[in-house]
């Protein structure tokens, strides 16, 4: 039995260190490299450079009062669509208490003046009509008392426009009333009823009362780098995306490059203008963040591969093409257009060959 146990262990140990050898030498055997491969396919590439900045209306403008005042009343609300001549909003007049008080007191005058002309003229036509006085004498008094009535008149309309902005028994268009001057979406309206607004004249540019764009046609404005605007130039086309917009681009072209450059965080920066192609039925708010990708040159439906897969040798640029199972020779390709991701295939290659990924 004893020796039953010795012959065991002893054929154990034995297999233990076979096993032991066998891994030894399997763990040192250098394992096969199998490389992957890739095949050419047809597609455009587009050679581009990228501008940042925001999609606005091409036409915006600001509507302001030409008459001081407090507002009376808001007709219109952000968002709204309006025609040319719409009303906005009515302004009341808080006159200059000066200026009131001299219209007042010319109207005080003019009625003194025009009823002592009155009394000389009824005067007058009494001696007139009893023959004492000539016609000519009395024309005199007849122009003064008419003069009188005029100037009262006057008088009283200025007064009117002071207190009212307005002549109401001509008919006078009122300049309390802010009306649109253009047809468009109301885009903003910065003022509330109840707050004080200053008219525009040649010393102050006024209070906006309402921002009004047309929003059927926008405009890209951006910046791009110095190192890029040498390479674009107006009328080239743009490939714009909106951010707030998922899956969606539009088509714009290049219609300005600024001839003066500013600095933004050390970098210099030139303004650029695009106008964009709407697409149907898309609301497109203004302000809008979006990105312009400008074309700077493309070609369609062209034999692409990956940048990656190019290998150089001086001047050469070639491939590797599997001839056989993990077997590959060397194929000089001529290259085209790229797009520093994919590049176009000129020549040297076909649509079906394996090529050699780089490891």
């Known amino acids: 039995m004893k020796t039953f146990f010795k012959i065991l262990g002893a054929v154990v140990i034995l297999g233990i260190f076979a096993y032991t050898i066998y891994f030894l030498y399997e763990k040192s055997q250098t394992k096969p490299i199998i490389y992957e491969t890739t095949t050419a396919f047809v597609s455009n590439i587009i050679k581009k450079t990228t501008a940042t900045g925001s999609v606005v209306p091409r036409k915006e403008i600001e509507i302001k009062p030409v008459v001081s ?7 219109v609300e952000e968002g709204a669509m309006i025609k040319k001549g719409d009303l906005i909003a009515k302004i009341r ?10 219209a007042k007191s010319r109207v005080d005058m003019a009625k003194i003046n025009l009823k002592d002309a009155k009394r000389n003229y009824n005067r007058q036509l009494g001696l007139f009509e009893k023959g004492v006085i000539a016609k000519t004498d009395f024309e005199g008094y007849e122009v003064a008392y008419e003069n009188s009535k005029e100037e009262l008149e006057t008088a009283e309309e200025t007064l009117e426009l002071i207190q009212e902005g307005q002549i109401k028994k001509k008919g006078s268009a009122t300049n309390t009333l802010v009306k649109s001057t253009i047809t468009g979406m109301v885009l903003n309206i910065p003022i509330e009823v109840g707050d004080q607004v200053i008219e525009s004249n040649n010393f102050s540019p006024g209070t906006t009362i309402a921002s009004v764009a047309d929003m059927g046609e926008m405009v890209f404005e951006g910046n791009i780098d110095e190192s890029e605007v040498g390479k674009i130039q107006e009328g080239m086309p743009l490939i714009l995306t909106i951010g707030a917009l998922e899956d969606v681009s539009f088509d714009a072209t290049l219609e300005k490059i600024s001839p003066k450059g500013f600095e933004i965080n050390g970098a210099v920066q030139f303004e650029i203008k695009a106008d964009v192609q709407l697409q149907k039925d898309q609301f497109v708010r203004a302000g809008y963040s979006a990105n312009a990708d400008i074309v700077l040159d493309r070609v369609d439906s062209v034999l692409t591969i990956s940048e990656s897969v190019l ?4 001047d050469t640029t070639y491939v590797e093409v599997e ?9 000089i390709i001529e290259t085209g257009l790229s797009d520093g991701i994919n590049i176009e295939v000129k020549s040297g290659l076909k649509e079906d060959d394996k090529i050699k990924k780089t490891s």
């Open 69 to 75: 005042g407090i507002v009376d009343e808001i007709y």
């Open 311 to 314: 290998k150089f040798d001086d």
């Open 93 to 102: 007049i808080i006159p200059n208490m000066i200026n009131l008080n001299n």
């Open 323 to 331: 001839v056989g199972d993990q077997q590959f020779e060397k194929r």
